[in-house]
């Protein structure tokens, strides 16, 4: 076992050496273009560098935001759009929410009292399917 570890750490170590050895580039005399570790004799090669590039810099300021390419008054659209989408998608969960509440009321309390003109009285069992109805398809059309 320790004489593959050391076989392996040995192969290792000499591939890099022959990584970072020089490759050469010439051209023969039927204009084929070749590569190798050794230059030809009697023939003329060029050296060709094969250290990796060095890195790129870091960019000293962050990319600017889409936003902030956007003239100011575009901007300002922007954001008070975006309030007043927010605002109504608050408002229609707050709908949906209170509309599920008063439909289960509806569904199992079938004596169901509601405020008319200041009094109180029980709605018959033809409107209070009516009105379960109604909200069955209002929650179908608003809360998706």
């Not at 060095?54 to 659209?77: F, W």
């Not at 929410?97 to 109180?120: F, H, K, M, S, Y």
Request: charged fraction near 30%.
């Amino acid at each position: 076992m320790r004489h593959m570890i050391l076989t392996g750490t040995l192969m290792l170590a000499l591939s890099t050496s022959a990584m970072a050895s020089q490759v050469y580039k010439w051209v023969d005399d039927k204009g084929v273009t070749h590569f190798g570790a050794q230059p030809p004799q009697g023939q003329e090669a060029t050296t060709i560098n094969t250290a990796a590039p060095p890195p790129r810099p870091a960019p000293s300021e962050p990319a600017p935001s889409i936003e902030d390419q956007l003239d100011p008054k575009q901007a300002a659209i922007d954001k008070k759009v975006k309030a007043d989408v927010a605002k109504q998608e608050a408002e229609r969960k707050q709908y949906c929410e209170t509309a599920r509440n008063n439909l289960a009321q509806l569904e199992i309390n079938p004596r169901v009292r509601i405020e008319d003109g200041g009094e109180l009285r029980r709605i018959g069992e033809d409107e209070r399917q009516e009105r379960i109805t109604e909200l069955k398809k209002s929650i179908a059309e608003n809360c998706k």
